[in-house]
């Protein structure tokens, strides 16, 4: 069972920042797009970033000029600095990690950030 670790979730003031991480195994990462997700109460699950394994980056509007989506190939590591938080933000925030061949589809196990108004 392939995990991918999340962590750097927490409870921030508005206008404040986070930094979320997420750790996958070498062989997953180094091919797939890893993506950060966020899901809040009574709202479905919504693509916050991605980042491919080239380094192309898209961003949903309402976070861009205040998310930075990156990925640390030689530590396996995929981040999300958060700035300029608003309580908008508040959600899980999950990482998945997907590619089409091989066929991959890992998810974290969700990490809160709360942004208190």
């Known amino acids: 069972q392939v995990q991918l670790v999340e962590s750097g979730g927490g409870l921030v003031q508005a206008g404040g920042s986070l930094r979320l991480s997420c750790a996958a195994p070498?062989?997953?990462?180094?091919?797939?797009?890893m993506e950060w997700y966020r899901q809040a109460p009574g709202k479905e699950r919504e693509l916050v970033a991605s980042?491919?394994?080239?380094?192309?980056?898209n961003y949903t509007d309402s976070v861009k000029g205040r998310f930075t989506i990156s990925r640390d190939n030689a530590k396996n590591t995929m981040y999300l600095q958060m700035n300029s938080l608003k309580s908008e933000d508040t959600a899980v925030y999950y990482c998945r990690a997907r590619n089409v061949f091989p066929v991959i589809n890992y998810w974290g196990q969700g990490t809160q950030v709360t942004v208190s108004s």
């Open positions: 980042v491919t394994s080239g380094g192309s980056i």
């Open positions: 070498g062989n997953i990462f180094s091919i797939s797009v």
